[in-house]
């Protein structure tokens, strides 16, 4: 079985500063897929980034990042100069190769502008 | 192009009430899956389709939820009777093959209110 953990049920960040969702994992396949979805108010999941596990350099999309730590099976999302915008539920998750995809709990993230 | 289409946006119904979701998947993607996610919590995979085959259901409770994707497009789910703790939005969701490092592709989702 796999399991995705996101202990931070709610995080707040200023407009234009940084910060960073937390997010850990298990499973014992070594070939997997890990993920975040922003779901803002209207409810359809929005891939922000993705993380193949055999890649050891850190996915990046413009303001996100990601700080991939296989050995400690964390996966963390790391949102600059964070926008209005960005306001959403965000939710990591892992794709098993054969699998299906697995959620975590989710954060709900604040700007406060 | 189309994403992933869903109908109705919300429904409200009493219990006991039979109910049915639809979905429309992105044209070319295989493999379809049904998710329900009750209030501030991540989505639980209820049942996966590839084609018109339904490969997990373990996670669907048969007793009153059945689904169909007939000719392998199109998916139909449905609650009949329904329950109180049956509300939740229900999203559909598409992959060509299991994903991979694609992911998937969502829909808007089903606001399932039971009264």
């Given at each position: 079985a796999q399991t995705v953990t996101?202990?931070?049920?709610?995080?707040?960040?200023?407009?234009?500063?940084?910060?960073?969702?937390?997010c850990t994992y298990d499973t014992s396949e070594s070939d997997y897929y890990l993920f975040?979805?922003?779901?803002?108010?209207?409810?359809?999941?929005?891939?922000?980034?993705r993380q193949e596990a055999y890649k050891?350099?850190?996915?990046?999309?413009?303001?996100?990042?990601?700080?991939f730590q296989k050995a400690a099976k964390s996966f963390?999302?790391?949102?600059?100069?964070?926008?209005?915008?960005?306001?959403?539920?965000?939710?990591c998750a892992l794709n098993n190769a054969g699998n299906m995809l697995t959620f975590?709990?989710?954060?709900?993230?604040?700007?406060?502008? | 192009?189309?994403?992933?289409?869903?109908?109705?946006?919300?429904?409200?119904?009493?219990?006991?009430?039979?109910?049915?979701?639809?979905?429309?998947?992105?044209?070319?993607?295989?493999?379809?899956?049904?998710?329900?996610?009750?209030?501030?919590?991540?989505?639980?995979l209820?049942?996966?389709?590839?084609?018109?085959?339904?490969?997990d259901?373990?996670?669907?409770?048969?007793?009153?939820?059945?689904?169909?994707?007939?000719?392998?497009?199109?998916?139909?789910?449905?609650?009949?009777?329904?329950?109180?703790?049956?509300?939740?939005?229900?999203?559909?969701?598409?992959?060509?093959g299991q994903g991979g490092s694609?992911g998937?592709?969502?829909?808007?989702?089903?606001?399932?209110?039971?009264?």
């Amino acid at each position: 079985a796999q399991t995705v953990t996101q202990s931070q049920p709610e995080m707040s960040v200023q407009e234009a500063e940084t910060v960073t969702l937390s997010c850990t994992y298990d499973t014992s396949e070594s070939d997997y897929y890990l993920f975040w979805y922003k779901q803002p108010p209207s409810r359809q999941m929005i891939l922000v980034i993705r993380q193949e596990a055999y890649k050891q350099q850190n996915a990046t999309e413009n303001r996100f990042s990601v700080n991939f730590q296989k050995a400690a099976k964390s996966f963390s999302l790391k949102i600059s100069d964070s926008q209005l915008g960005d306001a959403a539920m965000y939710f990591c998750a892992l794709n098993n190769a054969g699998n299906m995809l697995t959620f975590g709990g989710g954060t709900r993230l604040m700007v406060k502008p | 192009e189309a994403g992933v289409v869903q109908s109705p946006r919300y429904k409200i119904i009493e219990k006991k009430q039979p109910v049915a979701f639809w979905c429309n998947p992105i044209s070319g993607h295989n493999t379809l899956y049904w998710y329900r996610q009750n209030l501030g919590q991540g989505p639980e995979l209820l049942i996966r389709y590839e084609n018109e085959e339904a490969v997990d259901d373990s996670q669907l409770p048969k007793d009153r939820f059945s689904a169909e994707r007939l000719k392998g497009v199109d998916s139909t789910l449905k609650i009949q009777p329904a329950e109180l703790g049956d509300s939740a939005v229900y999203l559909c969701a598409s992959s060509f093959g299991q994903g991979g490092s694609y992911g998937y592709t969502f829909g808007s989702g089903t606001r399932l209110t039971v009264v």
